[in-house]
């Protein structure tokens, strides 16, 4: 096992990170730019290494300042978290050279799914269907043209690299297809520096499935089950929950059993999530994400097993202790994630939390690491916090999560509570017949009540 671990991140998942570690035994580094000078995670870490002004650059993706902290605390591990460096196969190669252990996948993996268009073909190669679309970059607005019409409008467009709905694009008719290719790549370029797209059928009403995995890197693998992310704006995932309310038994245990058989022919090491679209009682797959998910607690709320602490015994060298028989799935989970951003128009929201009261009672957790009179820096991503509710039934969950709603305070800043108090009411979400474009029409009537 480690002797201790530098987390390279901050947040709630620095956080979540640390609580692992403490529980394992293991010193922790906490690293922070100047702006999280009064972060939790850096409050109580055994150790902590300022590594950079502000902007992430400087800091957060300062390899070489990240080695210096490595060195000056003797860290021989280092646990990415999610965002950040956390899918940057050269960063764990460096690591390697300087004998320090990567968190996570080997970097071969990670640079196979980090480029979506191999992805694909890899999936393809191990029995996973896939969207119907192109086989390789498209070159250019003539090649684009004969693959819509093979294919048939709408298209999506998607950038070959990165995440998070960047150079991402819908074209519907061919008047929009060459516009739509200019900004998708013009957004890919400047968000990856990699300008690389493909394109694919686009679908009109599918859910968002992805499957946790586990691996030791030596042909054991298992699933965790699903989680439905459906309810997304902008591509960017807003409520997870689990299981999906879409599936039956034997989708789940098909489509899982699947993915890790997938998992056991790549050799693959550590926590990762294979992701589909699901329409028509069929799966494609869209892409897979190496590392810990920002959901990642619905998951652990209905199988009672710590990804977390898992990740860290498998890269230490541990075998997987877990076999498939041994994931036992209970009740139901729902994930909100609270960020600082106006409910309505989604705009960033920094500044000073003026009150802070978080919900309790059985079946809550919070993951976050605000407090009264923490100041959300403008700098990174708006996540303040993770509201996640387990109950023995989705009905019971379901009212759980809305009372804990509720008694959520966060003043000071604004926030998207407003917006989850309002989702949980409609007849939609109760019950779960919802797709990922329902949201974006569900905020386009919408009025949100404070």
């Known amino acids: ?193 990699y300008d690389a797209l493909y394109l694919e059928k686009y679908l009109e009403a599918p859910r968002h499935i992805e499957i946790q995995v586990l691996g030791d890197g030596n042909g054991r693998a298992i699933h965790l089950g699903e989680r439905d992310c459906s309810l997304q704006r902008r591509h960017q995932k807003l409520l997870e929950e689990g299981p999906s309310p879409a599936l039956n038994a034997g989708e789940r245990d098909d489509i899982g059993e699947k993915v890790a058989d997938a998992m056991r022919s790549l050799h693959y090491l550590g926590a990762g999530t294979v992701e589909f679209l699901h329409q028509d009682g069929q799966f494609y797959f869209i892409e897979m994400n190496t590392r810990i998910q920002v959901e ?17 015994r498998v890269a230490a060298g541990a075998e997987l202790l877990l076999e498939q028989k041994d994931v036992r799935f209970h009740g139901h989970a729902i994930e909100c994630r609270i960020n600082a951003e106006n409910p309505v128009s989604f705009r960033p929201s920094p500044g000073r939390i003026l009150h802070y009261h978080t919900p309790g009672g059985l079946g809550i957790r919070v993951d976050s690491a605000a407090y009264q009179g923490y100041e959300i820096p403008p700098y990174y991503d708006s996540l303040v916090g993770k509201l996640i509710v387990h109950g023995k039934t989705r009905t019971e969950c379901l009212m759980r999560l809305k009372r804990a709603l509720d008694e959520f305070v966060i003043d000071g800043i604004d926030t998207t509570l407003p917006l989850f108090r309002a989702l949980v009411r409609e007849q939609d979400i109760v019950d779960g017949d919802y797709h990922i474009h329902w949201l974006q029409d569900f905020l386009a009537r919408a009025v949100l009540e404070e």
């Open 1 to 193: 096992m480690f002797d201790k671990i530098l987390i390279a991140n901050r947040g709630e998942i620095a956080l979540r990170v640390l609580r692992a570690c403490k529980e394992l035994g293991i010193a922790t580094v906490a690293v922070h730019s100047t702006a999280d000078d009064d972060a939790m995670h850096v409050r109580l870490a055994d150790e902590s290494v300022c590594i950079g002004p502000p902007p992430a650059k400087d800091s957060y993706l300062n390899i070489p300042a990240l080695l210096a902290a490595c060195e000056i605390t003797g860290a021989d591990a280092v646990h990415p978290g999610y965002g950040f460096l956390s899918e940057n196969a050269r960063f764990a190669e460096i690591l390697a050279e300087h004998n320090v252990h990567f968190i996570g996948p080997k970097p071969e993996h990670i640079r196979l799914m980090g480029d979506k268009i191999e992805a694909k073909r890899t999936a393809k190669r191990l029995g996973l269907a896939v969207v119907p679309g192109s086989e390789a970059a498209v070159a250019s607005e003539e090649e684009a043209s004969r693959l819509a019409a093979d294919f048939g409008f709408p298209l999506l467009i998607k950038a070959a690299a990165g995440g998070g709905g960047r150079g991402m694009k819908v074209a519907r008719s061919q008047p929009e297809l060459a516009s739509a290719l200019a900004t998708a790549r013009a957004e890919a370029k400047a968000a990856f520096g």
């Open 296 to 312: 990642h607690p619905v998951t652990e709320m209905i199988t009672d097993i710590d990804l977390v602490l898992e990740q860290i």
